[in-house]
């Protein structure tokens, strides 16, 4: 028998991992720590989405891998409602939360070694982590020219992004669609923030018909309720696209068991049916963002794009990623530092504003005592 190859020895460290030092020092200071590291939402559920999750806990048969025709509708007409798209309730599909699909989608799509995943520079780790899964290159290219000769059988791009915010424009996202097209690749995009505009031109989706030309073809978007309706634990998601590249998608993940539970498929579309508890997340959001960015910018820091999403992407000119991560821990604040996204981000921090009230609150009175220099 020869040896066994381990999956995970494709995978690097996980990268939170190495932030455990830094976390014990923010939770000894006096006051308890001021996490502003990870984007997990802290506040509650609707309880109409409760209520659904509840009422459709009799579930004793198996769920349908495709959806509910309910679930499906609602999808459809949220992304109409909300984002100008026109997709058939056939060509949508929910998943076990985002990071699942992103994770799975190159060997889903059937690629492998010898194929490359081309992802950002500044990028979700899961991008990369999902290429050397299906055993494919990944390629950190922010310019399609930087992508060179390669063929790749799949682009990811993210916008608004994690970590940095940055919103592209339909000019982009047009020119990605067309080089892509020419070429027979498959354009993946992470929207999981768009509704989460806040300055400048608001986010648009890959299918937005000024971008997609009209047509879906070999086009996939990917949708989260995690932070939209704090829905994270339910593990909701969907994407939507491409006829074909659906089907695709449907058909593997028949085979594979990759079924959405029914109680959450039907929370789903209660959560996306109502717009009323995301405007309302949605405000929570901005009043706090408001006063950590100006309590950022009073000590000193700069914040870089930001213009959409649930972080704030933030340099010092004294202080590298980890230095300020170091610093920020000794006043009991703990912020992601920017490597972890990719070497470009060597010389910024991450700082969500997912945390509760206090916990910003404390983060910008602690913010306040440090020099600006």
Not at 47 to 62: K, M, N
Not at 97 to 113: D, F, N, Q, Y
Not at 166 to 184: I, Q, T, Y
Request: glycine content about 10%; aromatic content about 6%; hydrophobic content about 45%.
């Amino acid at each position: 028998m020869g040896e066994r190859r381990r999956l995970a020895d494709r995978l690097p460290v996980f990268p939170w991992d190495r932030l455990a030092e830094y976390k014990r020092t923010a939770a000894a200071h006096p006051e308890g720590i001021a996490d502003l590291s990870v984007g997990t939402p802290v506040d509650p559920v609707a309880q109409s989405i409760r209520t659904a999750l509840a009422e459709a806990a009799d579930a004793p048969g198996y769920p349908l891998t495709h959806g509910t025709p309910k679930l499906r509708a609602s999808i459809a007409g949220w992304l109409e409602r909300r984002h100008g798209v026109r997709v058939d309730p056939a060509h949508v599909l929910p998943t076990i939360g985002s990071k699942e699909l992103v994770a799975w989608l190159p060997t889903l799509l059937g690629l492998g070694e010898g194929d490359t995943v081309v992802h950002p520079e500044l990028a979700y780790p899961t991008y990369d982590a999902g290429a050397r899964l299906a055993g494919a290159a990944p390629l950190p290219a922010d310019s399609l020219t930087a992508i060179g000769p390669a063929r790749p059988g799949l682009i990811w791009v993210n916008s608004p992004a994690n970590p940095t915010g940055r919103v592209l424009g339909r000019d982009h996202l047009r020119k990605v669609v067309d080089w892509a097209r020419e070429r027979g690749t498959v354009v993946a995009s992470d929207e999981c923030y768009l509704d989460l505009g806040w300055e400048g031109e608001g986010p648009v989706s890959i299918l937005d018909p000024e971008v997609s030309g009209g047509s879906h073809e070999g086009l996939l978007a990917v949708h989260s309720l995690s932070k939209r309706s704090n829905l994270a634990g339910y593990r909701a998601a969907f994407v939507a696209g491409d006829p074909g590249l659906v089907g695709e998608l449907l058909a593997v993940r028949k085979h594979a068991g990759m079924i959405v539970p029914a109680p959450v498929q039907a929370a789903m579309a209660a959560a996306l049916d109502d717009d009323a508890h995301a405007e309302e997340q949605k405000a929570r959001y901005a009043a706090r963002r408001g006063p950590l960015r100006a309590a950022l910018e009073r000590a000193g820091w700069t914040v870089d794009h930001s213009e959409a999403g649930l972080y704030l992407w933030a340099s010092h000119p004294g202080h590298d990623a980890w230095s300020a991560v170091g610093l920020l821990a000794e006043h009991g604040i703990l912020a992601a530092p920017g490597d972890f996204y990719g070497p470009r981000g060597s010389r910024h921090i991450r700082v969500a504003f997912t945390a509760t009230d206090d916990a910003v609150a404390a983060a910008v009175k602690r913010l306040d005592a440090l020099p600006a220099s």
